[in-house]
């Protein structure tokens, strides 16, 4: 497999913008698309990827590691090899979000936006239907900051970048990102409610 590499806002922001289209399950390509995207993802230090950040535009998602205690773990250092290499290897396939409550914010940012970080509102609990890498179908509940993950890589979907939707936008590099969370970490400002209401 030929080297794989991340499409950033400088390098093409138009193709991130892209509304990616439905996956067709019957899709000869898509183990390899699959495959693809898990690789990316095991050698790389991501949370979560959208395929179309790596060129292929259809309606994928891998999810790597989407605890808070990870995310911890990565500002303050204190990570692992164990836990570095830890996947929870969940491909959802046509994912949409059927239902979103709570309230929460997090300063995020993402491997296509570079340094770019921003202050994003999202929901705390979301309902989603989507099939798995066996073509099951699914519909399961996501809570936490793993909603937050989830809802930025559904939002690459339909090319929508967390910089477009953030109260604020700085631009940091790693190491002072990492300094800068241990102040503004990732808040529970409701865990019930409309989300469309609170915001």
């Known amino acids: 497999m030929e080297e794989i590499k991340v499409i950033t806002i400088y390098d093409d922001e138009d193709y991130l913008r892209q509304v990616s289209a439905p996956v067709d399950l019957k899709d000869k390509d898509l183990d390899m698309d699959i495959e693809k995207l898990e690789k990316y993802c095991l050698e790389n230090d991501v949370y979560a990827m959208a395929s179309v950040q790596i060129g292929i535009p259809k309606r994928l998602v891998y999810l790597k590691n989407t605890s808070i205690d990870y995310a911890r773990k990565i500002q303050n250092n204190t990570v692992t090899e164990e836990e570095k290499n830890f996947s929870e290897a ?110």
């Not at 969940?90 to 770019?116: F, H, M, Q």
């Not at 930025?152 to 939707?165: A, K, R, S, T």
């Open 90 to 199: 969940r491909v959802l396939i046509n994912p949409v979000i059927k239902s979103r409550e709570g309230l929460t914010t997090y300063w995020e940012n993402c491997a296509s936006c570079l340094d770019n970080m921003g202050l994003v509102k999202r929901p705390y609990k979301i309902e989603v239907e989507y099939e798995d890498r066996n073509r099951e179908k699914h519909l399961d509940i996501f809570i936490g900051f793993e909603t937050t993950v989830l809802s930025h890589e559904m939002d690459h979907l339909d090319g929508i970048l967390h910089m477009d939707i953030a109260e604020e936008v700085i631009n940091m590099p790693l190491e002072k990102r990492k300094e800068f969370r241990k102040t503004h970490d990732y808040t529970i400002l409701a865990e019930t409610g409309n989300f469309e209401d609170l915001i």
